[in-house]
T-cell receptor
């Protein structure tokens, strides 16, 4: 099956710093990538939908200036958490789909801890 | 309020028992998927249903998509400890290429 890779898998940073998380589709061109946030034992909350070469579409309540999403190529999308605070600590997961197949391929997730 | 509501939220059963998880919405979906997730990992796709009324079987798991394409269910027969995990339904709306996840069902199967 298709492979989506996230990096880093774990990151710890100080409050006020920015953190970038990468999401790569390794063996296919992802027309659309999605970014989710997940709290412990909770479901995935869609943050934004990212299409290659265009601005991301953010869900209501998600600060676009706080969570910068860039989808510069068909194989890479990045999420940058700017000026991170402890409340931004969470598990962030990306997924990708291609050719409107209706199937999502997930990355392994990135656990962010802000001290 | 989430687009897809799952019930129950938590379920703890003995090995060998049967269970059903429900995924309900007031919205219509072009397709609906079920995932299983283990702690610290990304969700793993179990099945995709695309036709209203569709029933799919995957060994001990039976998935059903409602006729109106607004709801789905997952039935597990003779649950095993290896079935323990967070079960998530997810759907994409006809109105856009966006996938939304259900509220999740945490299943624990006790040996």
């Amino acid at each position: 099956g298709a492979v989506v890779s996230q990096h880093p898998s774990r990151v710890i940073c100080k409050s006020g710093t920015s953190v970038k998380i990468e999401c790569r589709s390794l063996d296919f061109q992802a027309t659309t990538m999605f970014w989710y946030r997940q709290f412990p034992k909770k479901s995935l909350m869609l943050m934004a939908t990212s299409n290659e070469g265009s601005k991301a579409t953010y869900e209501q309540g998600v600060e676009k200036d706080k969570f910068l999403i860039n989808h510069a190529s068909l194989t890479l999308s990045t999420l940058t958490v700017t000026s991170a605070h402890p409340e931004d600590s969470s598990f962030y997961i990306c997924s990708a789909t291609f050719a409107n197949t209706g199937e999502l391929f997930f990355g392994e997730g990135s656990r962010l801890t802000v001290l | 309020t989430q687009l897809l509501e799952q019930s129950p939220q938590f379920l703890s059963i003995q090995e060998g028992e049967n269970l059903t998880v429900y995924c309900n919405s007031s919205s219509v979906f072009s397709s609906l998927q079920w995932y299983r997730q283990e702690p610290g990992e990304g969700p793993v796709l179990l099945v995709t249903v695309v036709t209203g009324g569709e029933v799919k079987k995957l060994k001990r798991l039976t998935f059903q998509f409602g006729d109106a394409r607004k709801d789905s269910s997952l039935h597990i027969t003779a649950a095993q400890p290896g079935d323990t995990g967070l079960y998530l339904c997810a759907g994409d709306l006809y109105t856009g290429n966006q996938f939304y996840f259900g509220t999740g069902t945490s299943l624990t199967v006790i040996p």
